[in-house]
């Protein structure tokens, strides 16, 4: 084979290994097995051990040098790796933003990006060919680690570019995954080595290491979310820049998402944690800045850090403990959730037994068996989850794996999986803890209101079989309860007075009550708001449904497949065979005014002159909204007598705080 035609397939072939590099690394889309690109790889490696005159520095195989530096330098940055400043309150965040616009001289876009708790770094590419990787250091000086950094596989050698910048400068965290953790102190322990304690300390050790045949075996892994000193770059803004170095084949850091106002920032941001603990790699924040470049230039930058970005932080804490048992409990949705019972241990000043272990694909992923010793954390608001296994610690080979159930424990349906989703339900609407979830839900404040229809009484009325669905509740008999433990004639004449009561609640409340999925008591008011009726709501298309504001495609498609059902149908026709009030009434939908339009209101503490529903209902009628919780969204909190932390929470964010006169002065009635 000729020079040039060998020369061309070598080129070929390690296009073709970039190629997959970036669908796996940076896309999370492989094309090909693990085994195909071992292959690819191996060819490769032949090829140029046959040809090694032919040899390139950017090539995959060069990753790993023959041997250790003797040292490591020290190289000036050409711009400063300042610090972050930040905080642990949403409402100094809130105030950080707020100031910031002001000195913007008006509303910014904002992005928010996780915050992977790992070890800076900075990589340095000319002309398309990777030439330098930095520690931070102290920020003016850092570590040449490029040795190292050219070991991980996350980090293109060549950017996928044919016109690539002259100079690229891209900074970004050096981490290692959870389950990386557990398989390296496997390894460790087979050799008889003491086992590493976190995932930073690892990878902060490892990317300092002299000798990169060893930091290579730690399978490290990079994000990258910011710019050092670039000539050429196309990009901007942010969300541009990290798409920009993704068409490069350099990972850009994941779920950002970029925002038109500080306060939906804020609220994102309590959304974001809640995905937390589906990470298979630590995080200990958030990290929330401007997305235009040039906004940032105006601001500069502090001696230490830039003025126009800040951390929401949270204190993490682990504790190691064993796994006594999993157990599976279903929902009123019947989605079928694992619990982790631990042995007890102290996290975070309280004593932890239990922890979430959100669904099958995780026990899975992370190989949870009981009997483990665990790492369970607790982290912000975040409910304790087990972050890892310590594998090290499994004596026994013969732990069998755990099993989710293919049946459902309650009820021995066969259990199904969500298509596309992840959660796995018991389909059998009549399954009994099914039915018992969903009646304690039916009589919960929110939704029907029953009083003296507590958890305890729900399981009885379930288990004796005088309750398997709604309408049961409304055929109950004085003399039927009586039978019933705790029940006398007083509490019993008590309770069905209080279930006829409830059916006047009125059509938002029932739609809350039925549990349809993604269907809480805020669509549940804007449906009953919107359409008036439940005839009306039955005859809408999903088309019409998702047109309906803060309801959208899939929580139409929820309603609409829940109404024309056999189940939801028969249970809405025995509803109103019973006498329930479908409809609400033309005083709480008619529209009164506009003076609200737009503004989110919360109500809190003790009224004198509403009661909760009249207040949300007035606010609504006059073109506002209503949310049970305070946040930088937040327009108004209406609060009365005993209000208590959400009051505290208002001020720290600055919400407007009226009281009953005040809401009244707002509507224009005195």
């Known amino acids: 084979m000729e020079q040039n035609s060998i020369k061309n397939k070598l080129e070929a072939l390690r296009r073709e290994i970039r190629r997959h590099d970036q669908k796996y690394y940076v ?55 300042l610090s972050i400043d930040n905080t642990y309150s949403i409402a100094e965040l809130v105030d950080f933003g707020t100031k910031t616009e002001q000195a913007l001289g008006g509303p910014a876009e904002w992005v928010v990006e996780l915050k992977i708790d790992g070890v800076a770094a900075t990589l340095i590419y000319e002309d398309g060919l990777f030439v330098r990787g930095l520690t931070r250091g102290n920020g003016r000086l850092g570590d040449d680690i490029t040795h190292n950094l050219r070991t991980i596989a996350d980090i293109p050698l060549k950017l996928a570019s044919d016109d690539p910048p002259p100079l690229l400068e891209v900074r970004g965290e050096i981490y290692m995954t ?27 050790g490892s990317i300092r290491l002299l000798d990169p045949r060893i930091c290579a075996s730690r399978n490290l892994r990079m994000f990258c979310h910011g710019t050092g000193y670039c000539e050429g770059l196309k990009s901007d803004n942010h969300l541009d820049f990290l798409t920009e170095i993704g068409t490069y084949g350099i990972p850009p850091t994941p779920d950002v998402l970029g925002l038109p106002s500080i306060q939906r920032t804020a609220e994102y941001c309590e959304q974001l944690i809640e995905k937390v603990p589906e990470l298979d790699f630590e995080v200990d924040g958030l990290v929330v800045k401007l997305n235009r470049f040039a906004q940032r230039k105006e601001l500069g930058a502090r001696s230490k850090s830039p003025r126009w970005l800040i951390a929401y932080k949270w204190e993490k804490y682990e504790a190691v403990t064993k796994l006594k048992s999993i157990e599976v409990q279903v929902g009123k949705t019947g989605a079928i959730t694992p619990v982790a019972n631990l042995e007890p241990v102290e996290l975070a000043g309280t004593i932890v037994s239990r922890a979430s272990l959100h669904n099958a694909d995780e026990i899975a992923r992370k190989d949870i068996r009981v009997g483990d010793t665990v790492v369970v954390e607790k982290a912000g608001k975040i409910i304790p989850h087990i972050v890892r296994v310590e594998k090290h610690e499994r004596k026994s080979t013969a732990i069998p794996k755990f099993q ?71 055929r109950l008999r004085v003399d039927q309860l009586l039978g019933l433990e705790r029940m006398g004639r007083k509490s019993s004449e008590k309770l069905i007075a209080a279930i006829e009561l409830s059916k006047t609640h009125g059509l938002a409340r029932l739609l809350n009550g039925l549990s349809i999925r993604h269907v809480g008591i805020t669509v549940a ?58 409809e609400e009434a033309q005083s709480e939908t008619e529209l009164l005014g506009n003076q609200l339009e737009g503004k989110t209101f919360v109500v809190t503490g003790t009224l004198n002159q509403y009661n909760r529903d009249e207040i949300q209902q007035l606010i609504m009628q006059h073109g506002g909204k209503t949310s049970s919780s305070v946040s930088g969204k937040t327009d108004f909190l209406i609060a009365g007598a005993k209000a208590g932390s959400k009051r505290s929470k208002a001020e720290k964010l600055g919400v407007a705080i009226l009281d009953e006169e005040g809401f009244q002065r707002l509507l224009g009635d005195s």
């Open 404 to 474: 989710f159930p293919v049946c459902c424990p309650e009820c021995s349906s066969l259990l199904v999986k969500d298509k596309g989703g992840v959660y796995i339900r018991c389909p059998n609407l009549q399954c009994p803890a099914q039915v018992k979830e969903r009646v304690r839900y039916f009589a919960s404040r929110n939704a029907m209101d029953i009083e003296g229809l507590g958890d305890k009484l729900v399981d009885q009325l379930v288990s004796s079989g005088l309750v398997s669905r709604y309408g049961d509740v409304y």
């Open 178 to 204: 959870n389950q990386e953790l557990v398989a390296l102190n496997e390894r460790q322990e087979t050799a008889g080595l003491p086992p590493f304690m976190n995932t930073r300390n690892v990878t902060a």
């Open 27 to 81: 896309e999370a889309a492989p094309l090909i097995s693990d085994l195909e690109y071992d292959r690819l790889h191996q060819q490769l490696v032949e090829l140029e051990r046959e040809h090694p005159e032919l040899v390139t520095p950017d090539s995959p195989t060069q990753r790993v040098g023959d041997s250790p530096v003797s040292y490591l330098e020290q190289v000036e940055h050409t711009v400063p790796m």
């Open 525 to 582: 008011r804007v449906l009953a708001h919107h359409f008036g009726s439940l005839e009306r709501l039955q005859n809408a298309s999903t088309e019409e449904l998702a047109n309906v504001n803060e309801v959208g495609d899939i929580i139409a498609v929820s309603v609409h497949d829940y109404l024309h059902s056999d189940f939801g149908r028969e249970t809405v026709e025995d509803l109103i065979a019973i006498g329930l009030k479908v």
